[in-house]
């Protein structure tokens, strides 16, 4: 898209909401695009973007592609949803203003120098310019937002990109995660805990008091927020607000304001905010209204199963902005590797290097694996008591990140985010017998379809998993017998200059 002269340039240190992150990618060429046609919420809308940008696990074919605005929903007059923002670790790269490839180091050390969100006025809080109270006759969650259903299996319409604000109720401190939020009727939510995460226990806590948990969902943020939300403990431990690294990452804090019907935040220039409570000793099945047995789809690439007993959350209102945009995603798709993948990236590296310093190059939460299963490290063997340390670093990213299910091991020679490349190293590198670690036993993620001890009887129960090491580095004495073959190092772009486009970094 090219800019005319009227048009002031974006930078990624400009951003402070989504409509300036559109703005920034609007500058670039195929990274945005529009559509007036309409689209049916109902499983189109999801089956539109596989083919344009979904990427990741979705089945094939699909690709990676623009972030798409869908501008005609069919059945909500005036309403705008945006699918794929995060869809491109290229995409990324420039929302945070950032090289692609070091990514991991500029979040590792955004974690490393947080900056606390700051409190405002509700006259400086755009997400409030319209409200909705729930106790309005009228009011009813299911015609007010289009939430999309991704399949037609699905449980029901989902907010996929609803970043929860809770609180702890002993403590008082407060946590971002996103969840799985399932439209149960006019003003309920269903919503999926994974057991251990932070929000989980201050649910558990206000239930063993027999009170409501206050929560906000907030949606259609700064990529910044996402992408920061998304760090797991122990990278992140109880207490820690990861709202203050996505102050890190644009060097200012992030605005909150209190909601207007519950007590908590919301964050001030979100588009849209779902103010309510998880109640307490309430449950209900996700699919009671559908009994498809499913969920949505899940990272792995598969349709979860429908949960039976979810936690309820009753809506107390929705605020959102003048011609709010409601941001979701494929949950298979390439999205969900750059907000999950690039915390953990960021998470093994800052482990690695604190134990092993200057060794670990760099890392890549891979894209099969959804940003959770599958890390492929880069590692330099300096010297001869270098070797055996890439197992160390494994085994160093498999405890940091035990939601990791497979790591492979390349030497510095061999570009991590290059498909090809790895695979040549393990072709080559990679002998089974000697260069595999298995650990056995050990628990995985509950996405994960083959952790069951019907698929393997190694496995006692549902969820632990056999984590596996590939050694595709050249043994440390034997690396002059592996040197890649030394082309000339010249500039292409004199003899071929329209297949070169300017550097978008330096």
């Given amino acids: 898209m090219k800019k005319s002269s009227e048009t002031v340039d974006v930078q990624a240190s400009d951003i402070n909401d989504l409509r300036s992150a559109i703005a920034l990618l609007q500058q670039h060429s195929g990274q945005y695009i529009e559509t007036d046609h309409q689209v049916d919420p109902h499983a189109e809308l999801a089956g539109v973007y596989r083919h344009i940008g ?9 690709r990676i592609g623009p972030a798409m605005m869908f501008n005609n929903i069919k059945g909500y007059a005036g309403s705008r949803v945006l699918v794929g923002v995060h869809a491109s670790r290229e995409r990324a790269g420039l929302l945070l203003g950032c090289a692609p490839e070091k990514l991991a180091f500029h979040m590792g050390n955004a974690v490393k120098n947080p900056i606390q969100p700051v409190t405002v006025s509700a006259d400086r809080a755009l997400c409030q310019e319209q409200v909705f109270r729930a106790d309005d006759p009228d009011f009813d969650l299911r015609t007010l937002l289009p939430a999309p259903t991704n399949t037609e299996i699905d449980a029901g319409p989902f907010f996929c990109l609803g970043l929860v604000l809770a609180s702890d109720p002993q403590e008082g401190h407060s946590d971002v995660t996103i969840h799985r939020l399932c439209v149960q009727g006019r003003d309920e939510l269903s919503m999926f ?12 806590k206000a239930e063993a008091a027999g009170k409501p948990l206050p929560v906000t969902i907030n949606m259609g943020l700064d990529p910044a927020i996402y992408i920061g939300a998304c760090f797991e403990a122990p990278t992140t431990p109880f207490g820690f607000d990861e709202l203050s690294v996505a102050g890190a990452l644009r060097n200012r804090p992030v605005e909150l304001v209190d909601a207007l019907t519950v007590a908590q935040k919301s964050i001030a220039r979100a588009e849209i905010v779902i103010e309510g409570e998880i109640l307490p000793h309430v449950r209900v099945a996700e ?3 559908t009994h498809t047995g499913h969920a949505m789809p899940e990272f792995p690439g598969y349709c979860g199963d429908a949960n039976p007993s979810l936690p309820v959350i009753k809506v107390k209102a929705v605020t959102m902005r003048h011609h709010a945009i409601l941001q979701t995603l494929v949950g298979p798709g390439e999205e969900h590797t750059t907000l999950a993948g690039i915390p953990t990236e960021a998470s093994i590296f800052n482990a690695v290097e ?6 670990l190059q760099n890392v890549y939460a891979h894209t099969a694996g959804g940003g959770k299963f599958l890390a492929v ?5 300096r010297q001869a008591t270098d070797e055996g340390r890439q197992g160390q670093a494994a085994l160093i990213a498999l405890a940091t990140y035990y939601e990791l299910k497979n790591v492979i091991l390349v030497d510095e020679d061999v570009d991590p985010f290059d498909s090809d490349d790895v695979m040549w190293a393990m072709s080559t590198r990679y002998q089974g017998d000697v260069s595999t670690t298995f650990l056995p036993g050990i628990r995985g993620h509950q996405l ?16 632990i998993s056999c984590k596996t090491i590939f050694d595709c580095t050249v043994p440390y004495d034997l690396k002059e017998r592996f040197v890649r073959a030394p082309f000339k190092d010249v500039d292409p772009r004199p003899f071929a200059p329209q297949l070169f486009t300017p550097q978008l970094f330096e």
Avoid: C, N
Avoid at 54 to 62: F, I, N, Q, S
Avoid at 193 to 204: D, M, N, P, S, T
Avoid at 354 to 359: K, L, M, N, R, Y
């Fill in 193 to 204: 805990l994974a057991a251990g995460r932070h929000i989980e226990v201050f649910r558990q």
């Fill in 377 to 381: 490290l880069q590692v330099k063997k």
């Fill in 287 to 289: 699919d009671q209204h």
């Fill in 448 to 463: 994960d379809p083959s952790q069951m001890p019907d698929y393997s009887p190694s496995i006692r129960a549902r969820g």
């Fill in 354 to 359: 604190a134990a092993i310093p200057g060794f």
């Fill in 54 to 62: 979904a990427g990741g696990t979705v089945k094939r074919p699909t």
